[in-house]
């Protein structure tokens, strides 16, 4: 996404896969008649209200979830991140960026689908004004305007006439590209994620270490057909057998 002080770029899948998650779809082919997912408002929002739309089909199978053991820990650079265990499901991310405009921002909170379409879902993606030269001059960002993404100036204020759609906008999209993020692990996890200045870099490389350490996490599923696992509506989980074709078995 824009504003990653890992690397500026843009990034529309995580909006996709976290509008997914948010929503409980585990089962769905993506078509799409382009180069790549269409970057919409820079939310989430319209994903979900398309979700919503088409509606969902319920299948008689057992929902699985990698749930976390042990603390496992990432570190590049002055950024961090790390999983934990916790009963539920919980993102603890935090930004600081050298921006007076945004500053040091933090979104803590147990998340599930109600939590994330009220207080994360149309959260945009931003970027710096001072930063749209470099990447249309080498051909990134093409797409990106002020309809699609929060843009702060040089002088540290908001290009977008509608202004911010939260005081902390910012780290509630970082926080929706987490969840997209880790979304990609096939399943959702049963834990607790904390972040540091993160980006899409971080989250897959906390990803990948938790699930390349078979002694950090389980796989369990719940006793009833597609029940989902939040803090607040904890269930109890039990052990089940991994696919062979599943990401945490490569």
Not at 27 to 44: A, F, L
Not at 176 to 182: E, S
Not at 183 to 200: E, P
């Amino acid at each position: 996404m824009l504003g990653d002080p890992s690397g500026v770029h843009v990034a529309t899948v995580e909006h996709l896969m976290a509008a997914f998650w948010a929503t409980g779809l585990d089962n769905v082919i993506v078509e799409i008649d382009g180069g790549e997912v269409p970057v919409m408002d820079g939310s989430s929002q319209v994903f979900i209200e398309a979700i919503d739309e088409a509606g969902i089909v319920h299948h008689a199978v057992k929902r699985r979830y990698v749930r976390v053991k042990k603390t496992v820990r990432v570190e590049i650079g002055g950024s961090w991140a790390e999983f934990r265990p916790h009963q539920g499901t919980r993102f603890e991310v935090v930004i600081d960026f050298d921006s007076p405009l945004i500053g040091r921002q933090e979104f803590k909170a147990d998340v599930n689908g109600d939590v994330f379409r009220e207080e994360l879902a149309d959260a945009r993606t931003f970027g710096f004004m001072k930063d749209v030269g470099r990447l249309w001059a080498s051909g990134h960002a093409l797409g990106s305007s002020l309809e699609n993404s929060v843009v702060i100036s040089d002088e540290h204020t908001v290009i977008n006439p509608e202004g911010l759609r939260y005081s902390d906008e910012f780290v509630r999209h970082k926080t929706l590209d987490a969840i997209g993020d880790l979304a990609l692990a096939g399943a959702q996890f049963i834990g607790c994620y904390a972040s540091y200045r993160g980006g899409h870099r971080l989250n897959a490389a906390a990803l990948k270490a938790l699930l390349t350490d078979r002694t950090a996490y389980e796989i369990v599923e719940t006793p009833e057909e597609r029940q989902r696992v939040f803090s607040g509506d904890f269930v109890t989980v039990a052990a089940a057998q991994a696919q062979a074709h599943a990401p945490w078995m490569l």
